[in-house]
Nanobody
Framework: QVQLVESGGGLVQAGGSLRLSCAASGGIFRLYTMAWFRQAPGKEREFVALINNGAYMTNYADSVKGRFTISRDNAKNTVFLQMTSLKPEDTAVYYC?????????WGQGTQVTVSS
């Protein structure tokens, strides 16, 4: 059983930056593909970014390309989401996600609020 704990959310003005972290425990972190999703009020959860277990492949939603960067530190069992040029429409609860062989795990989420 993998546990995921996000941190780093908060309130930021438009144009600002935040760095989210997700600490994993209970599994072999380096074997998992990791991702970030987000869910805004009244909307469905949506994909934000993904990084494979070896960190040589990343993928991003079109809405965040060029502004967000996903990375991981397998030695520290942590995945990061560096968010820059934040927009009010980035306001959401951000969730960490892990997957391996069809087994999926979610964190509890961290709130990001971008004021205009």
């Amino acid at each position: 059983q993998v546990q995921l704990v996000e941190s780093g959310g908060g309130l930021v003005q438009a144009g600002g930056s935040l760095r989210l972290s997700c600490a994993a425990s209970g599994g072999i972190f380096r074997l998992y593909t990791m991702a970030w999703f987000r869910q805004a009020p009244g909307k469905e959860r949506e994909f934000v970014a993904l990084i494979n277990n070896g960190a040589y492949m990343t993928n991003y939603a079109d809405s965040v390309k060029g502004r967000f960067t996903i990375s991981r530190d397998n030695a520290k069992n942590t995945v990061f989401l560096q968010m820059t040029s934040l927009k009010p429409e980035d306001t959401a609860v951000y969730y960490c996600f892990a997957v391996r062989y069809g087994l999926t795990y979610w964190g509890q989420g961290t709130q990001v609020t971008v004021s205009s």
